[in-house]
């Protein structure tokens, strides 16, 4: 713990020594934990305001703060009167995948698309003939749905 307070390392949850120089966690609408302070009554770095004021404000006084569990998610620190400081855990976004991977699955769908292409061109030359007549009959229908008459054989 260095001089402020503050736990960078440890996995222990961060405390204070001293009794009357508590922990100071702000809290928002929600239990959303805003600002803390870990000299909040501190001469040089304190808040410069009485406990009672600074409850007034919405801080609340513990004497730890709980370590988040990062195998859960990304934790939110809440309070509650009834559960004191806890997390609300959040699903960390998978990572983008690599470019890599990205051209893989891109060379992979030109490959399957060239492949449909190929066998396009095959149909369309062993059945050129019936195409012919079917693209007719097509034609007959499109014209008699749009109002307009059969072709002239």
């Given at each position: 713990?260095?001089?402020?307070?503050?736990?960078?390392?440890?996995?222990?949850?961060?405390?204070?020594e001293?009794?009357?120089?508590?922990?100071?966690v702000?809290?928002?609408?929600?239990g959303?934990?805003?600002?803390?302070?870990?000299?909040?009554?501190?001469?040089?770095?304190?808040?410069?305001?009485?406990?009672?004021?600074?409850?007034?404000?919405g801080?609340?006084?513990?004497?730890?703060?709980?370590?988040?569990?990062?195998?859960?998610?990304?934790?939110?620190?809440?309070?509650?009167?009834?559960?004191?400081?806890?997390?609300?855990?959040?699903?960390?976004?998978?990572?983008?995948?690599?470019?890599?991977?990205?051209?893989?699955?891109?060379q992979?769908?030109?490959?399957?698309?060239?492949?449909?292409?190929?066998?396009?061109?095959?149909?369309?030359?062993?059945?050129?003939?019936?195409?012919?007549?079917?693209?007719?009959?097509?034609?007959?229908?499109?014209?008699?749905?749009?109002?307009?008459?059969?072709?002239?054989?």
């Amino acid at each position: 713990m260095d001089k402020l307070g503050i736990s960078l390392l440890s996995k222990d949850p961060i405390t204070k020594e001293s009794g009357d120089n508590m922990i100071a966690v702000k809290t928002e609408l929600g239990g959303r934990t805003g600002n803390v302070h870990y000299m909040p009554f501190d001469p040089t770095y304190g808040l410069g305001k009485t406990k009672e004021e600074l409850e007034a404000e919405g801080y609340v006084f513990v004497e730890s703060i709980p370590e988040p569990d990062p195998s859960q998610g990304y934790g939110e620190l809440f309070y509650s009167p009834e559960q004191g400081l806890y997390y609300k855990y959040r699903p960390i976004p998978e990572p983008p995948e690599p470019e890599e991977t990205q051209l893989q699955k891109a060379q992979k769908q030109i490959a399957e698309l060239e492949g449909r292409t190929k066998l396009l061109e095959y149909n369309l030359q062993t059945t050129g003939e019936t195409l012919d007549i079917h693209e007719g009959a097509i034609v007959d229908v499109m014209n008699l749905a749009l109002g307009g008459s059969l072709r002239e054989s």
